[in-house]
């Protein structure tokens, strides 16, 4: 019962992760980029928790971490950037 929710989850954040990659090519402006490449490595951030809950490592858990760091470091970055021109005062 546990295999067949963790492969309708893994289909599901696969879905995600392709309707996420559309609206990253075809958005129509930077701001919808910048939100669909933040939603891509939350979905990221999702599966690898579903891979370290299917192959029951921890490993994987870690990698989850560290996406989610350097994640909200590139969002930050990328917005500042946006929005002032410069990332470094």
Sequence with gaps: ML???IAIAFAMMTLAQLLNLYRLFKGPSLPDRILALDTM????IALFVLLGIFFDTTT???AALIVAVMGFISTVATSK???????VE
């Design 3 to 5: 295999s067949i929710a």
């Design 41 to 44: 490595y939350i979905n990221s």
């Design 60 to 62: 994987y858990f870690e």
């Design 81 to 87: 950037y946006l929005m002032r021109g410069d990332i």
